[in-house]
Structure formats: structure tokens, C-alpha cells
């Protein structure tokens, strides 16, 4: 007897290939809202329903409905944009959300605070700058992440293109997305073939791809459930790519059949195979996906339950070629390179820490907001997002250099970060995110002051450790891969993850669980007391707690939850 199908597969299914009744919900003005069914299928063109949850409480006792508003993220493959498009963002933000851009951990943009009746409007101001959100969000192929590079090497131009090769061939056929925001004329008859690849029901959950130039794993492709490892002759071109399936970050707390997991390396492809690789992994998983229990529907939970060999000889069967045995390679870091690079071409590359992906102009702080906006007014290059929520202002001429530097110090937009800081990030969380237990973009910094004034007590000021927290178990910020994990249980309390590789290719451990500000100062302080005075030489922190006894060390799958809690004081 086969099982039912969950609930979002009979509303992808009735929906009219993403139509839902989306266009007449946007005209009831008695609502911010739109329909529940419709809350599910207006993730597939870029944007979630949310509410003010700070302004809960109070609404309710006035009767009032939720401060209901969208939040609308944009499909950017690499997350390359012109200074025009910045531009166009910028006025998006002040003029319809909540005058702020947030840099997402999926190298592009997002606005909030855009409520129902700017909606149309946004979306075709968005269209105006060549740029769109469709399969941003959803039970499709996300945002495609690829390697930023400063030098701009022949290999990340490859896996730029890789990148956008990949997102444009797996985006929706649907054309609802221009009959609902940009007033296309509804396409009569042929329904039957308008989504070659991802059929009536698209996936059974989200998919997320991104393509690596080792040694920088900034995209974090042991996180992913697919992805393109470039591996380089001795001229530097790309003669292939290892492939890797089966990451994922979320899980549900007290739910020990959920877990995050690090992708395996299946094997190798030549660089025209590529593409074909990647639909051959998206309809596999679309046909052996889990869609009758959504938490147990990624691709993950698939590799698990069928095997990689098996999974792998279904890819092959499907592009009618055997892949090859993986390739050597090396990951040393996950992280950004800031300050100045120049490149062979005379021209000059800027990354900037962006402190949570959050740009907004701060009171008697830094105005991010409007300092990017003159920046890009002069630019001459393009901007670069990174996945780890900061940017590069890329191709600088020299002529431009000079200007540029003066609006960074104008506008406060170089930031003398500790270590601990700059390898920091945060989800948003609250007060937006429905699914969050706890703060995360609104607490992180404040944390990581009390944590700077340790390690500097320590002497470890200035070493690179990577620390990340989440509102909620479901991962967006990739906590399960941070030296130091932070992920929100309830109010004020959190989890504490250690043990992750910092080059992200092994997964964290849980340390202590429901932990309070002043006990995660406590639970740290020995132990950065105990590494600063027993770690090895180039010892990481995530490396030193697994060799130290400290915690133990995650293989993959359900061991994420086997073996948790401290194994052994820490010796200072």
C-alpha cells in the first residue's frame, strides 16, 4: 500500500503549474496576506510570506491582523551584478521594503518588508534591471553558487559560466511568473510539456547547486546537494569537474531521523558533460525523492536510503556515460580574503566585510546603505557576492581606485574586524522568519564582543575561527560546518556545535545543549584557554576540540546525533 502524498505535492499538483490562484489574491485588499496554498507556490517565483513578529503581541490585543509582508529574494547565478543593477536595487529597497539590502548565504539579494500592494510593483522594477526571482526559493534548483575570485583566473570565469549554464537549463518553464508580476498574456493549451524537466510537481523539496575552484571552498559544497569541484591541468584551464551529492544543513530538533549531512564525491565529469550531470542528478532526484514526508524529501535522506552506487549508476544510465574515479583536490579555508587584490590586468579587486550580510545606514555608524549606492554611481567593474554574505567590488580601473577608496572611508565601509568577526555569520531570524525559536542577526554581533574579549584574554585575537548561528534547526547559515555552531532552541537559548573542519568538509558535534548567553562565554572560555596553550602548530580550533578529547568527532548521517556532549574537561 503506498503512502499519501504530503500536502505541498497536492497543491503543486492543482496549482496550474505554479498558478495558483496568486493573481486574484494580490487584488483583496481587506488582506495583507494571500492564501495559505498560495503561501506555498509563491516561493517558487522568489518570496515567502512573513510577519512583524515584534509586533505581534500588540496587534493581537488591538484585533488587529498580523503585520503581514514579503520577503523577496533574487536569483543572481554567482551572484554577479553591474553597478546599474545595484542601482536599480538600491531604490527597490528605499522605495518598497525597509530601506535595507540583505546579502544572503546564497550569493545574492534580498528585500523585506515589501507588503502585498508594492508586490507587482517591485517585481517589475526588479524585471526593469534584467534581473528576476523565479526558483529563488521553492521545490526547485535554488540560486547556483560558483567560487569568487579577485584574480579572476581562467577557472572561475568556468565556473561562472558552469553556474549560469546550470541555473538557466534547470529554471521553471512555467510562464506564470510573467502572467502574475509582469502582466504577461496567459499561455492557452501545451501545458502537458511546459516543464520538461521538473514535470507537474517539480521537486520534491528545495535543491541547492553550487561549483568550487579549490582551494577556497567559500561556497561551501560539502553543504550541498549538488555540486562541481573544478579540477585544473597544469595549464590552468578545467579538464573536468569531481561531483559531489547528498548535503544538506537542516534537521528538526528532538527529531534524531533528521540530520544534517556532508555531500559525498561521486565522481568525475568532462566539462561538456556537465550540464547533462547536473539535470541527471535533479530528475533522479525527482523521481526517487521522498514526496510523502517532506522533512525526509531532500536529497540527503535519498543518498541514504538508496546508496551512492546506486544513485550513481542511475545518473550514468541517464546521460549514457560512466563517470570517472574523483580526482585529487584541496580545500584549506571556507572563508573571504578582504582588503586589496590586484590582478594581472592592471585592474584591482575589493572585498569589503559586510557584517551579516545586512546593508543599511546606521546612525552615527557606518551608512552602508547609501555607500555602496556612490560607489556604484562611479563604478566601472561589477559587484560580486559572496557566500558568505560580504562583497567584492571587482574589476577596479586605476583611474577608479583613488575615488573608490575615499567613499570607503567616507562611508565607514571598511571595517577593522577581529578574526573572530569576520569569519561570523547569522540568518536573519527574527523578527521575520516564521520559522525562527531565537535571535540570530540581532544577536550574533553582541556575542561575538563577549567572545573577542576572551580570545584576546587568550592571545588568540587574531586567529581565524569560524563561528555561525541560526534562529532555528534548519541551517540557513550553515552552523553544522562552523568550528563554532550556534543554533536557536527557544528564547535566548541556544545549542553549541563544535568540532566542524574550517575548511568545511566535516560536520560539528553537539557540545552542550539550551545554553544562555553567560553559559556559552563559560563553555567557550576554557577551551579557548586549553587550545591556545595545547594546539599543534597551524592546529585549527574545530581540528584541536576532536584531538584534545574534547568532543567527538562526526562521521556522516545519523552519526551527527550519536556520541554528543563533552567527552572531557577542557585543560587550560
Known sequence: MSKELSRNERIKEASGYLRGTLAEGLTDIVTGAITEDDQQLVKFHGMYLQDDRDLRAERTKKKLEKAYSFMIRLRIPGGVCTPAQWLQLDRIAREYANGTLRLTTRQTFQFHGVIKANLKATMKAIDTALLDTLAACGDVNRNVLASTNPHQSRAHAAALDLARSISEHLLPQTPAYREVWLDGEKVVGGEEVIEPVYGRTYLPRKFKTVVAVPPSNEVDIFAQDLGFIAILDKTGEVKGWNVTVGGGMGMT?????????????????????????????????????????????????????????????EVERRIGKTLGKPQPFRFDSNGDRYGWVEGEDGRS???????????????????????????????????????????????????????????????????HATALRRNAMACVALPTCGLALAESERYLPSLVTALEERLSLRGLAEDEITIRMTGCPNGCARPYIAEIGLVGKGPGRYNLYLGAAFDGSRLSKLYAADLQHDEIIAALDPLFAAYAHGRKPAERFGDFVIRAGIVAATGNGQDFHANTGPLAEAAE
Not at 555531500?263 to 526517487?288: H, I, K, N, S, Y
Open 349 to 415: 579587486h575589493l572585498t569589503l566585510f559586510i557584517e551579516n550580510g545586512r546593508l543599511r545606514d546606521i546612525p552615527g555608524g557606518p551608512s552602508l546603505l547609501t555607500g555602496f549606492r556612490r560607489i556604484a554611481e562611479i563604478h566601472d567593474g561589477e559587484f560580486r557576492l559572496t557566500a558568505n554574505q560580504n562583497v567584492i567590488v571587482a574589476n577596479v580601473s586605476p583611474e577608479k581606485r583613488g575615488q573608490i577608496e575615499a567613499l570607503v572611508e567616507e562611508h565607514g565601509l571598511t571595517s
Open 253 to 313: 530538533h528532538g527529531e534524531e531521523d533528521t540530520y544534517p549531512r556532508t555531500a559525498d564525491v561521486m565522481g568525475f565529469c568532462r566539462p561538456e558533460d556537465a550540464l547533462a550531470v547536473a539535470e541527471a542528478v535533479v530528475t533522479v532526484q525527482r523521481d526517487w525523492g521522498d514526496r510523502t514526508l517532506r522533512k525526509h524529501a531532500r536529497l540527503k535522506y535519498t543518498i541514504e536510503d538508496r546508496g551512492l552506487e546506486a544513485f550513481r549508476a
